[in-house]
């Protein structure tokens, strides 16, 4: 069993962690009904790793007796950054889930031309959940590292922040976009910033401003992707591209 503390309540000169996350609390506790002297891992989100005894329960927090600090390998993923166009209803939450395990670094909810899903007054809120979404696809998979679910921001906001990226994906139908294997090939990244847009795709205005930053618009084939499906699918072949 796994679990997430933040990394202000590791305590290593006292030799003890403390859980007070309430989420985390509740599957402790009521969930998978652990009792002192249950054996647990511990992860803070920063690529640390311990083994650790329950050594009490109360209702505010969980205090953990570290056994041992975990040695992590270290992550074969470039430093990557999804740059997402929110999608209607819950579809972000599934893209958020599946981006994590499939090794992002930091997913940037993105508001563009036509984006359609109503986030007014309610950023704070869905920027919580998707973190907590982030957390749970973390622990499941078993990631040491934590990914950051950064503000939602324009789309030139996003332009402008992943200029700095040794490889952009711009995923786009338009009839002159390369083919992501082409953009793709022979390329080792350290930095790579992923475009996706909405439901319709980014607009016309859109793709001609990404080519005024020089980035080339990728194609991911010839059918029509859902836009949950084109996050996994990109991401995917980085995974197969960046560990080969």
């Keep these: 069993m796994r679990f997430y503390v933040s990394p202000e309540f590791v305590y290593p000169e006292k030799n003890i962690i403390e859980i007070k996350d309430k989420g985390e609390l509740r599957h402790i506790r009521d969930v998978m009904r652990l009792v002192p002297g249950s054996e647990v891992g511990v992860f803070d989100g920063t690529g640390m790793e311990y083994l650790g ?3 009490d329960i109360n209702r505010s927090s969980v205090v953990i007796d ?8 270290k992550d074969i993923m470039p430093d990557i950054t999804l740059y997402q166009a929110i999608p209607k209803k819950g579809k972000m939450d599934l893209i958020v889930e599946k981006a994590v395990e499939l090794g992002v670094t930091r997913v940037a909810p993105m508001i563009t031309e036509r984006t359609i899903s109503a ?20 622990k499941q998979c078993g990631r040491s590292t934590l990914p950051v679910i950064v503000d939602i921001r324009s789309f030139e906001e996003c332009l402008n922040e992943s200029g700095n990226s040794d490889l952009i994906v711009f995923a786009a139908l338009d009839k002159d976009a390369k083919p992501l294997k082409q953009i793709l090939e022979s390329s080792r990244p350290s930095r790579v910033s992923v475009f996706v847009g909405p439901e319709g795709d980014f607009s016309q205005e859109e793709i001609a ?4 930053h020089g980035y080339p618009v990728c194609s991911l084939g ?4 859902r836009v949950e499906t084109a996050a996994m699918y990109i991401l995917s072949c980085l995974n197969y591209e960046c560990s080969s």
């Design 66 to 73: 570290i056994i041992r600090k975990i040695e992590i390998k």
């Design 222 to 225: 010839p059918l029509v992707l």
């Design 209 to 212: 401003k990404a080519r005024g």
């Design 119 to 138: 986030i007014t007054g309610k950023a704070g809120k869905k920027q919580d959940r998707w973190s907590r979404i982030a957390m749970a696809a973390s």
């Design 53 to 55: 005894r329950i050594k």
